[in-house]
């Protein structure tokens, strides 16, 4: 029961994929010009868009005078809303493959950088592991610390 065992949702790609987009609403104006890219996406890609995701539903929801709206509904119950005001053709195509290769879960801050299921007990590297410690509590500039290190003497230095 690792990481990503855990973190799957409903356990999915671990014996068989199940797509995570359940239903896609797409809210826009037959007149309005900030629809214009919506209206294009349905005339153009919207019935193949269909045929190549039979396990989501793609509803059309037409609104006088109102912004258009994308609405993506997930199998674990999440909704995201976005809008589509003056997007074109090509950005709405784009948004709606966002949403249908998405998990639905809500975007979890990383709080470490690495992440396993056997974690080290001598600690996470970072670039200070090795630092000298007079270099956390010396006042800079310092001439000793700013000094060139494993240089070798020149020719006149050693005559």
């Not at 539903?57 to 809008?83: I, Q, T």
């Not at 005001?85 to 493959?97: F, G, I, P, Q, R």
Request: charged share 20%; with cysteine.
């Amino acid at each position: 029961s690792g990481w990503i065992t855990a973190n799957a949702p409903l356990r999915n790609g671990l014996g068989r994929f199940i797509p995570q987009l359940a239903r896609v609403t797409l809210k826009f104006c037959k007149s309005s010009g900030s629809s214009q890219g919506v209206r294009q996406f349905i005339q153009q890609d919207c019935v193949q868009f269909a045929k190549q995701n039979p396990h989501c539903v793609m509803y059309l929801k037409p609104r006088r005078h109102r912004s258009p709206v994308m609405v993506a509904e997930y199998l674990n119950g999440e909704r995201h809303w976005m809008s589509l005001h003056n997007m074109t053709l090509e950005e709405v195509s784009a948004w709606v493959d966002t949403a249908r290769t998405s998990s639905g879960a809500e975007f979890m801050s990383q709080s470490k950088m690495v992440y396993s299921d056997h974690v080290s007990i001598q600690g996470t590297w970072h670039p200070h592991v090795h630092s000298d410690p007079r270099e956390a509590v010396t006042s800079y500039p310092d001439p000793e610390l700013g000094r060139a290190r494993n240089v070798s003497p020149s020719a006149s230095e050693q005559l």
